[in-house]
């Protein structure tokens, strides 16, 4: 996790999540368009590259996708560890029950002491603000500024 990995984590706000998100989906939607526009002969493509974008950023040592690593945030097992291609695809995939849900699948993360989604419970993940973490124990840490 980071090197405050003995203290408590500390999760992403599902505002956080949401800006990251934000910032991913013109990443989404230039893939999209890819997909679309250059490989036609293949119809739902644009699902398969999302997916490899998620998951392969998600499990890779950066363990986060380009919004996430904007905000300091990664994605990793419950014990701090990092997630697998399995495991992130598995994430991946369990979005589509969050959607078709209308939402509720990431309405629970307001109401969740970790801030989890319905496809981070289903996938053993949760998604930690590193940069909160970090300041947080420089707050602590022996003379620091009150």
Not at 3 to 12: G, N, V, W
Not at 35 to 59: D, K, N
Not at 71 to 96: D, E
Request: net charge positive; hydrophobic share 45%; charged share 15%.
């Amino acid at each position: 996790m980071s090197s405050s990995s003995s203290s408590q984590p500390q999760y992403a706000s599902p505002w956080k999540r949401l800006v990251a998100f934000l910032i991913d989906l013109p990443v989404l939607v230039i893939l999209t368009a890819i997909c679309r526009t250059l490989l036609t002969q293949f119809e739902g493509l644009e699902y398969v590259a999302g997916w490899i974008y998620y998951a392969a950023m998600e499990s890779s040592g950066l363990q986060a996708t380009l919004g996430k690593q904007v905000l300091g945030l990664k994605v990793t097992g419950l014990q701090g560890n990092r997630v697998g291609f399995l495991r992130a695809s598995g994430r991946y995939w369990g979005k589509l029950i969050s959607v078709v849900s209308l939402g509720a699948g990431f309405a629970v993360m307001f109401f969740t002491e970790k801030h989890q989604t319905f496809h981070d419970y289903v996938s053993g993940c949760v998604i930690v603000d590193e940069r909160a973490a970090a300041q947080a124990s420089a707050r602590s840490a022996p003379g620091a500024a009150a």
